[in-house]
């Protein structure tokens, strides 16, 4: 699994904080992890191509990025 260093910049990593921060302590069945990554999916695909592109990120591997940025423990 890639760690979300990888994606890019500290920016991505404030902004995931911000739109879906990590306040449980126990994930049942990883229900909450999926619904982090569907919220930190779906910012992503709003922003624009450029917007992605100074974070580290294309169009192509935001499901990738979103789902290893939920799973994380540094986002």
Known sequence: MATAVE???P???E???DVAPRNFS???FGLLTGFRAFRIYSFLTEMSDAQLASLGLDRTNIARAAFDLA???KA
Request: cysteine-free; charged content about 25%.
């Open 11 to 13: 920016q991505l990593l």
């Open 26 to 28: 126990r994930d049942f």
């Open 7 to 9: 994606y890019g910049s």
């Open 71 to 73: 799973a994380s423990d």
């Open 15 to 17: 902004i995931i904080r």
